[in-house]
T-cell receptor, first 115, second 113 residues
Framework: NAGVTQTPKFRVLKTGQSMTLLCAQD?????MYWYRQDPGMGLRLIHY???????AKGEVPDGYNVSRLKKQNFLLGLESAAPSQTSVYFC??????????????FGQGTRLTVV | AQSVTQLDSQVPVFEEAPVELRCNYS??????LFWYVQYPNQGLQLLLK??????LVESINGFEAEFNKSQTSFHLRKPSVHISDTAEYFC???????????FGQGTELSVKP
């Protein structure tokens, strides 16, 4: 049981380049999230999805796009990377349909540097 | 909308001393509350959670947190910390079933010998 898997684990981009971060979960969870973690700011929600084919904006969505074409995958795209997007990105999933299983499970993170 | 404030960004403490990490939340609906721990260069792991019932919840490694609705707080405590407790701790809130998870800014716990 792999849980939540993020690829890649590290990436360096040049300003203006694009890339896609992939998140995959094998727990049949309905909800999936993308967060970014910056020193002193905790985890801020970028976008989230409450089910296959649906997405919604979080606290800091500008400069990012997402897609949830399959229930198990949640993709985060950067169309034109900027140095301000240098961060550690975490994907998480949860299954709010069951009270006792409402916690979120996290991937190991993707460390992205934009130069 | 929900929000979470962790009142201390860094908490240095000596080994075997007690510790309290403070967390306050705001919400217009019933909430679920969580504490997550992040060890260096790792993802987040659930430490404990409050969903309903008893307001005092415990983790397997000696941490406990008490949900205080009137104070809108969910402080994390441990009576005696170990070096291995050194990590960053995040308080989080979700607006009940179907609510998205919102995190506080994190508290860095540093346990010194």
């Amino acid at each position: 049981n792999a849980g939540v898997t993020q690829t890649p684990k590290f990436r360096v981009l040049k300003t203006g380049q694009s890339m896609t971060l992939l998140c995959a979960q094998d727990m049949n969870h309905e909800y999936m999230y993308w967060y970014r973690q910056d020193p002193g700011m905790g985890l801020r929600l970028i976008h989230y999805s409450v089910g296959e084919g649906t997405t919604a904006k979080g606290e800091v969505p500008d400069g990012y796009n997402v897609s949830r074409l399959k229930k198990q995958n949640f993709l985060l795209g950067l169309e034109s990377a900027a140095p301000s997007q240098t961060s550690v990105y975490f994907c998480a999933s949860s299954y709010p349909g069951q009270l006792m299983n409402t916690e979120a499970f996290f991937g190991q993170g993707t460390r992205l540097t934009v130069v | 909308a929900q929000s979470v404030t962790q009142l201390d960004s860094q908490v240095p403490v000596f080994e075997e001393a007690p510790v309290e990490l403070r967390c306050n939340y705001s919400s217009s609906v019933s909430v679920y509350l969580f504490w997550y721990v992040q060890y260096p260069n790792q993802g987040l792991q659930l430490l404990l959670k409050y969903l309903s019932g008893s307001t005092l919840v415990e983790s397997i490694n000696g941490f406990e947190a008490e949900f205080n609705k009137s104070q809108t707080s969910f402080h994390l405590r441990k009576p005696s910390v170990h070096i291995s407790d050194t990590a960053e701790y995040f308080c989080a809130v979700s607006g009940g079933l179907g609510g998205k998870l919102i995190f506080g800014q994190g508290t860095e716990l540093s346990v010194k010998p």
